[in-house]
């Protein structure tokens, strides 16, 4: 079988999505499935023979991405479509109708992954613009892009839900995009606790609250700054560690700053996924999540995977991993009770302990093979309904015909 998936946004740039692409891909080749990728050219990925590139301009305020001549991606697309099974798009701009043109084209069956809530995120970046307005207009896309395709696939059931209420009247199907948790199962935890502060400068025993992730307005980091302040009255030298880099990043550090902690909180920008992140999540006490419209929450798995415990709100994507409350504190979504919480992990070793192999225990229940393999399923499944449809409808005019 072969799937063509088409994007604009991949792997060097570091996201949610772009990592849910890759993960994909390396994982459906164990199931027979061979895929092609179209996504914009960076300067700096490696060259993939499975892989189309299409150069672009950066994005004005948003210098990491790329914008792609939108006939030039319908071209490409049309162009690899032509032996495709399924065609699989990843983002609602060009590459949505770029990949409907070449389905247009070719007539296989086209599905897409709702991976970005954008009812939530769109005012963050227009605030000029009415927040009503920004939400019915998100709303009002999504369910006409939806509505064209063989079906949508989304990663949590609060995601599912929510496309239900836009009025989307075509399948909607729960695929989580699984972690590849060995990566972040480090051998020697100790060894690489010592050697990753080392490098940061920061002492073995003082406590870390990590956040790993994009540093943009919708992860909601301004809150975790704020809780460290309450977390502090109890735990005066948590230090919060931010991984990561965005269009926030001049905001976060003069909040900061503004709250007085200019030695209790690190930027140390974005970590070689293979290299670095795993001796990072290592390093940690445990993780902090605060974004309140993740569609999933790829960062929690990935903390879980390294025996990190979570201290995180329950909220859109998040409630499918968080419900059962193991592995993490869950606290009310108030920043008191959120600093309450990351001070009660601080000083309590045999709680983290317990709460960190939960969270492994739970890490391993949303590996990268088991959910690959559900995704695998869905596209054949999605492909045979094709073919009964497309048969069906060649008798219909047959039997019109004579």
């Not at 979570?310 to 409350?325: F, H, K, P, Q």
């Not at 094709?386 to 048969?391: A, E, G, L, Q, S």
Request: with cysteine; glycine share 6%.
């Amino acid at each position: 079988m072969k799937v063509l998936m088409v994007t604009d946004v991949a792997l060097p740039r570091v996201n949610g999505v772009s990592t849910a692409i890759a993960t994909y891909r390396n994982g459906l080749g164990t199931h027979g499935i061979k895929t092609r990728l179209i996504a914009p050219r960076y300067g700096n990925e490696p060259c993939e023979s499975d892989t189309t590139r299409l150069s672009g301009w950066r994005v004005p305020f948003d210098p990491e991405d790329r914008l792609v001549l939108p006939a030039r991606l319908r071209r490409a697309a049309i162009d690899a479509a032509r032996d495709a099974d399924l065609i699989h798009i990843h983002t609602p701009f060009a590459a949505h109708y770029a990949g409907l043109a070449a389905a247009r084209r070719f007539n296989p069956p086209v599905v897409a992954t709702y991976h970005t809530l954008f009812e939530e995120y769109l005012h963050l970046y227009a605030s000029a613009l009415p927040e009503r307005a920004m939400r019915a207009s998100a709303r009002t896309v999504s369910r006409a892009q939806c509505n064209t395709l063989s079906a949508s696939i989304v990663p949590s059931q609060a995601m599912a839900q929510r496309l239900r209420e836009y009025g989307i009247r075509t399948p909607i199907h729960v695929v989580p995009t699984g972690v590849p948790v060995e990566q972040f199962a480090v051998v020697d935890r100790a060894e690489c606790r010592a050697r990753f502060r080392a490098c940061h400068d920061i002492p073995l025993e003082r406590p870390v609250a990590l956040f790993v992730g994009r540093a943009a307005h919708e992860k909601n980091i301004e809150y975790l700054i704020e809780a460290l302040g309450y977390a502090h009255a109890s735990a005066p030298d948590l230090l919060l560690l931010i991984a990561g880099d965005g269009p926030a990043i001049s905001h976060l550090q003069r909040q900061a700053q503004r709250f007085g902690h200019a030695d209790s909180i690190r930027f140390i920008g974005y970590l070689d996924r293979a290299a670095q992140l795993p001796e990072c999540y290592a390093a940690a006490d445990f993780f902090v999540f605060a974004s309140r419209t993740e569609t999933q929450g790829l960062v929690l798995i990935e903390a879980m995977a390294s025996g990190l415990p979570v201290v995180a709100l329950a909220a859109m994507g998040t409630c499918d991993l968080l419900e059962s409350r193991r592995g993490a504190l869950v606290p009310a979504d108030d920043v008191e009770a959120f600093g309450a919480a990351m001070a009660h992990l601080a000083n309590h070793d045999k709680q983290r302990h317990r709460l960190g192999n939960e969270a492994r225990l739970l890490a391993a229940e949303w590996s990268d093979r088991a959910l690959t393999a559900r995704l695998a399923a869905l596209y054949r499944h999605i492909l045979a309904e094709h073919r009964m449809t497309v048969r069906a409808l060649t008798a219909a005019g047959d039997a019109g015909c004579a």
